[in-house]
């Protein structure tokens, strides 16, 4: 099966720094979406990308796709507590949405 | 807004037992989904289904069963629980066609002792 590295597994940032988070296929992606998920709960969408080379920004986190669709990362600016929590990638290997997931990135935003 | 809901958020059964977790969307959505998370494996994907009554296996199917009965509900069977099903279990629902997020509920936390 199609795997997803993440990378780093947990992350600890001072508020106010950016982040960066990586997630890179062995395979070309269909599509790639990210996640958010709160300790405990259910996962919030965040993103999701399709196209080689496509950027998308939302508030202060931006992903981005690499031209091949085998590497994509998420960036965070200016980080706030609000942002802590873990962040996964999933890929679609199809237009039939079955999804596989990466490992998960855990981020602490320390005040 | 989407809603997916799952029937309890921490459950505790002991080995042996059948378990049933019930997960209920309400956007009509044909695509339903049941993984399960355990710490620095990811989610993983254990059934998935895209029509009532259609039901297909994910990576990790052995030792759960599902059922679809109405389009809004899927549900996760557990015949016999074992401790290494002791899991954080997530439902998810999209729309069928291309490529479209998918909706997460909140999880259920099982225990099994």
């Known amino acids: 099966s199609q795997e997803l590295e993440q990378s780093p597994q947990s992350l600890i940032v001072q508020e106010g720094k950016n982040l960066t988070i990586n997630c890179t296929s062995s395979?070309?992606?269909?599509?790639l979406y990210w996640y958010k998920q709160k300790y405990g709960e259910g996962l919030i969408f965040l993103m999701m990308?399709?196209?080689?080379?496509e950027e998308k920004s939302h508030e202060k986190i931006t992903a981005k796709l690499d031209e091949k669709k085998q590497q994509s990362s998420l960036h965070i600016t200016a980080s706030q507590p609000s942002h802590a929590g873990i962040y996964l990638c999933g890929a679609a290997k199809a237009a039939g949405n079955k999804l596989t997931f990466g490992g998960g990135t855990r981020v602490l935003v320390k005040p | 807004d989407v809603k997916v809901t799952q029937s309890s958020r921490y459950l505790v059964k002991r080995t042996g037992e059948k378990v049933f977790l019930e997960c209920v969307q309400d956007m009509d959505h044909e695509n339903m989904f049941w993984y399960r998370q355990d710490p620095g494996l990811g989610l993983r994907l254990i059934y998935f289904s895209y029509d009532v009554k259609m039901k297909e296996k994910g990576d990790i199917p052995e030792g759960y069963s599902v059922s679809r009965e109405k389009k809004e509900r899927f549900s996760l069977i557990l015949e016999s629980a074992s401790t290494n099903q002791t899991s954080m279990y997530l439902c998810?629902?999209?729309?069928?066609?291309?490529?479209?997020?998918?909706?997460f509920g909140p999880g259920t936390r099982l225990t099994v002792t």
């Open positions: 990308l399709q196209k080689g080379g």
């Open positions: 998810a629902s999209s729309i069928l066609a291309g490529v479209y997020e998918q909706y």
């Open positions: 395979k070309t992606l269909y599509g």
